[in-house]
């Protein structure tokens, strides 16, 4: 759910974007107002977009043949549901490592209890498979939170099954919206968010040291 998304990867970024950032699959760049001031400088990329003079996009590239980058060139890197879009999910994780800078960070959103969204949807990463794509890219884990539980992902189905009837839809979006700010389902939300997350946040970092590598708890 939208509200969901927001408020899980403003945090992320408020905690640990800085210096040059790089926008992947980020299409018109929804996150934009976000990062901007606190970063000193955007590249956002993507695939040839529909609409290119509604977008901030820099290159518009496939990007499973690589990101148009040099080495290290970037502090940041933010990937936020675009990754179950990539054919080659190995290459891309070497890549996001190869641009980013010795003590950079990568921020990763990745939905997994959520329907399909196009032809090219391709994956959903579980957390053991976003630390092991991590791993395999000699990137270190700070943290990986599971957003949203059952109640989130009950709301989020709903709303979907909903979205061709408009006033049925606008029901359950302001219902949706008072039930999940309940404590109790709050509560309900935090105790099934491990085993039935609707997606993941994921913290990255590359040693400063290339010796380095492997997770952190």
């Known amino acids: ?87 080659k999910p190995d290459r891309l994780w070497l890549e996001m490592a190869r641009v980013l800078r010795p003590g950079g960070k990568l921020i990763v959103g990745s939905p997994f209890l959520y329907w399909l969204t196009g032809p090219d949807d391709r994956y959903r990463y579980s957390e053991l498979q976003l630390r092991t794509l991590c791993s395999a890219s000699r990137l270190s884990v700070l943290s990986v939170e599971a957003y949203g539980g059952a109640p989130e992902v009950l709301a989020d189905l709903t709303g979907k099954l909903l979205a061709s ?30 085993g039935i997350p609707l997606g993941y946040c994921l913290i990255a970092q590359k040693p400063k040291d290339a010796s380095q590598r492997g997770e952190r708890t």
């Open 1 to 87: 759910m939208t509200s969901v998304l927001a408020r899980v990867y403003e945090a992320a970024i408020r905690e640990h974007a800085r210096g040059v950032l790089v926008d992947l699959g980020c299409a018109r760049a929804p996150l934009y107002e976000v990062y901007r001031d606190q970063v000193s400088e955007v590249l956002c990329i993507d695939r040839p977009q529909a609409e290119p003079s509604n977008s901030l996009l820099d290159y518009e590239v496939d990007l499973d043949e690589g990101i148009p980058l040099p080495n290290e060139r970037a502090d940041t890197v933010l990937a936020t549901d675009f990754l179950m879009y990539s054919a």
């Open 165 to 194: 009837r408009k006033l049925a839809s606008k029901i359950h979006s302001r219902l949706a919206r008072w039930l999940l700010g309940l404590r109790s389902v709050r509560r309900i939300s935090a105790g099934t968010s491990a």
